[in-house]
């Protein structure tokens, strides 16, 4: 064996938290990293070398209040988590084509949080691999590649599913929209085309279902028909969007009509984080179920896990085409039992009840500032998922892109990490991990209440 | 919150290795798992609760010696990868937004196996992940969709990657071959369409890379330009094909010289399993150089992690579309370290060397079982991946599916798992954990001698 390349062959170590200076890394990342994935904060990006439920740490020990990871979902290194991981690591991680009994509970369990109709599971690695077999199974399903996905949707990062991403296929070297991908209007009533202050009194769901029905129209007048409908239950790149009752159910009903089935993506706003169900779909009525749901991120609480549920059906009709399906690492015992867990926590903590209570209890302590700071244009949540839509003004609700931006960086001076998104990148994002507090709620309230002071008093906002 | 169904809760723990009686963990895998997932041995399928080294161990502590879990690559459990994954999952597991250390010294780490210019890393979660962000940069650095693959290849199970998989669109329900996807023969000497006893003389690699080139042509004369070839080293599915000598370089030549680009998957083969390289591509010659390597199931020894390495200007290309690839759990610390401990143990215990001894030990006592057994036709590898080609004639070299069946269930009963694949099905194929050793070989081919002496005797073979 040759030694092809002369570079040094260090190795990295979990002993310890820092093993290089902060510079070397920066150098090390822009020398071998792909300059496709991006940093935080590019210009002065954090090293976190450390975390512990709502809270990371820096190489100087700094802690941050963490108001965007909901991967780390019942806490960053939850204890139950971790050991549960841990001890199966020891004994067991291989293949889902052997039985295992972790595999088979995990199953079992999940679907107990579904309506009876979602009884069957697979078990994949990522949100986009989720997605990516929930569109193999409505294509196999249906004989349609037809799909009509939301504006500003994100829905993952392989091939099939930028596809179906208008967040991404958008952009300027996005490839644009493909014949297959039909993209319905974003169910937002608060800058979007049909908006609660001007539509007073109507139903604004059915509104806007009427512009999913219109595209099958058009589709069908084409000779086509969809494979599938898919949306986030609750649209987090779009900017926090909640859509209005009865949204899903009259959707859900012109795509049966024509013959295509229902994807809800609950890779980002699953497991518990909306506080009053497990699921975000079920928001919109008990009678509003899906035939296919992904799910992912907060799964594994850091560790790459995701789901496909769906019906017996849906499923029959996948297997009916006999090509099998085989996800190496998807179902093994590890992943398997770290989910368990994870469901354990948000048991066993009342996560779900936590989540309501400091989600209302933020949401009001935000809607309060919106008193003082016409720039607060909106306030909207459900849970622990919430945004806060900064405008120029609130009559036009002109996003103000600036004002966010400035935000950011002014938080993470305050140590807390906050996200903004949305098409303006206007919108303040906050979906930490569900032991985030009252105190936390507090905390993030009033430095945005200094924040917003600063940003008034600057001539140039 | 409603409970929305009545079915049983119940936890999946590691602290039980088993859980459940094994009918109960059948009939929960048919009651709530995608029908589409296959088991190993269907009819009577394995649990499997524990795993250390090359033997892992059913519910009632028999002992099976592991010839085919490759993903395993150092060994089931193996503690130093164990202590090092445990140790950062209580420590810290985020998203690559943040800088850390392990992602950094792992993706420095990884290029020094690799020829020089192949230096920019993305990780990822899976082998499908990695080859379809393959197809993504290739797509944007050529500008075209044109994708080359191998007869009988598979490369994943994402949608993208199904579509470049003969091995799956070539089944009744799998959709058949796409407009932009052209099959390549697969450069199989025993049985492809050139056969070394056939032409005996000739350049093999050659005669096969001319096929490349007459498809490229093909594609020309239609205005179309290949994005990418893609192909395993040493293609596993197919049976366990080791590509006849020139034929990459060949092959290569023609995809450049048409604006092509060239990925090489390792997710099967790479890692030292061939024993005399870290990647397979290298045993072509050391002027061989992919422009994109994906990495995969040995990376993490049963964690998911993968990875896609590329040069730093087909990385630009990707750059450039202004597309920024965030992967969720791609480059977490713990994956990293992980990866990393693989990488050391393949270095502090030698593996490399013992692969490419005992893989040599191995293939000379089944090339010795072949004076005895004229239904082994061929005996192929490189290292620890090796195939045993079972035929009904040596002349003809029809393939001896039945027989390779029979011995497969007797291998089972005799405790060595084994596996089979290749078009015909008849190819017995091993990829062991490289701490296989002389011994495990000797019982593999005592257990084979024996099996085949029964086959011999039996009228109906």
């Known amino acids: 064996m040759k030694e092809v390349n002369e570079k040094p062959h260090r190795r990295a170590t979990s002993a310890k938290q820092e093993q290089i200076p902060r510079q070397e890394t920066i150098s ?22 450390r975390a512990k439920g709502q809270y990371m740490y820096n190489e100087k020990s700094e802690e941050y209040l963490d108001c965007i990871n909901n991967v780390a979902h019942v806490g960053h290194c939850h204890e139950h988590v971790v050991t549960a991981g841990n001890n199966q690591n020891a004994i067991l991680n291989t293949n889902n084509r052997f039985l295992h009994d972790n595999l088979v509970l995990l199953a079992e369990r999940l679907t107990s949080t579904f309506p009876q109709e979602l009884n069957t599971v697979f078990l994949v690695n990522s949100g986009s691999e989720a997605n990516d077999l929930a569109l193999r199974i409505a294509r196999a399903h249906t004989g349609s590649r037809e799909v009509i996905c939301q504006d500003h949707a994100y829905h993952g990062h392989v091939t099939s599913l930028i596809e179906i991403s208008p967040y991404k296929f958008n952009l300027p070297g996005g490839g644009g929209c493909p014949e297959h991908t039909h993209v319905a209007l974003v169910p937002d009533v608060y800058r979007g ?39 986030e239950s609750l649209q987090s790149c ?18 049966r009509n024509a013959g295509g089935i229902c994807i809800a993506d609950e ?27 992904t799910l992912g991120k907060p799964m594994g609480n850091g560790f790459p896990v995701s789901a496909v549920v769906t019906t017996a059906d849906v499923a029959d009709s996948f297997k009916k085409t006999g090509v099998a399906y085989f996800n190496t690492f998807g179902g093994n015992p590890v992943s398997c ?18 989540a309501k209570e400091v989600g209302f209890y933020l949401k009001s302590g935000l809607q309060q500032l919106m008193e003082k700071h016409p720039i607060i244009g909106d306030v909207r949540g459900e849970g622990l998922f919430v945004g806060i839509d900064l405008v120029k003004s609130r009559e036009t609700r002109e996003p103000h892109t600036k004002a966010a931006e400035h935000a950011l960086s002014r938080f993470r001076e305050e140590k807390i990490l906050m996200q903004r998104d949305g098409p303006f990148e206007n919108i303040l994002k906050m979906k930490p991990p569900l032991q985030f507090s009252k105190e936390n709620a507090d905390r993030v309230v009033s430095v945005l209440d200094l924040i917003l002071e600063e940003i008034c008093a600057l001539d140039s906002y």
């Open 193 to 231: 085309k049909y908006r609660d202050k001007d539509h007073q009194g109507e139903d604004l769901g059915q509104k806007y279902a009427e512009n999913v029905k219109d595209i099958i129209e058009k589709m069908q007048s084409e000779g086509k028909k969809p494979s599938c409908f898919i949306a």
């Open 267 to 293: 890779v980002q706003v699953g497991f518990g984080r909306v506080g009053t169900h497990w699921w975000a779909f079920q928001l919109q009525g008990e009678d509003v179920v899906p035939d296919i749901v």
């Open 337 to 354: 039992v770290i989910a368990s867990a994870v469901m354990d926590v948000i048991e066993d903590e009342k996560l779900m009840d936590r």
């Open 28 to 49: 090390l990342r822009q020398k071998y990293v792909g300059p496709s994935c991006k940093l935080f904060f590019t210009s002065d990006p954090l090293k976190i070398v």
């Open 238 to 255: 779009g900017g926090q969007i909640i859509p209005p009752p009865n949204y899903l159910r009259e959707v859900y009903k012109h795509v």
